[in-house]
């Protein structure tokens, strides 16, 4: 059985906090930043939450191969098992990687806080 590595990131910074918001000049660089830090890495697949300021983060840090899995199925998803290694990067807001790593380490609901 293969290992999946998962690359757990926030989006770059954005000009609000609404559906509709997008990376600033600051996001924008450190979307670059973060594509230069993760250069070199073989990532079998780059996933982004529907939101443009997700989505622009993960179009400047490399080329998107598919689109994201559906929220509901993410777990799931990543929970699957495969023959060979993977490295996947997920791109996402702050309370959606807490949610995630809350289910993925099965800790309790009262665990909101790192």
Known sequence: MGTKLLYLVRHGEA???D???ELTETGRHQAVLLGERLRGVPFTGIH??????AAQTAEIVGELEEGPPQAAAALEYFARTSETDECELVISHNFVLGWFIRDVGRLPPSVDRW
């Open 15 to 17: 000009n609000g906090d």
């Open 19 to 21: 559906k509709r918001s």
């Open 48 to 53: 982004h939450s529907p939101l443009a300021r």
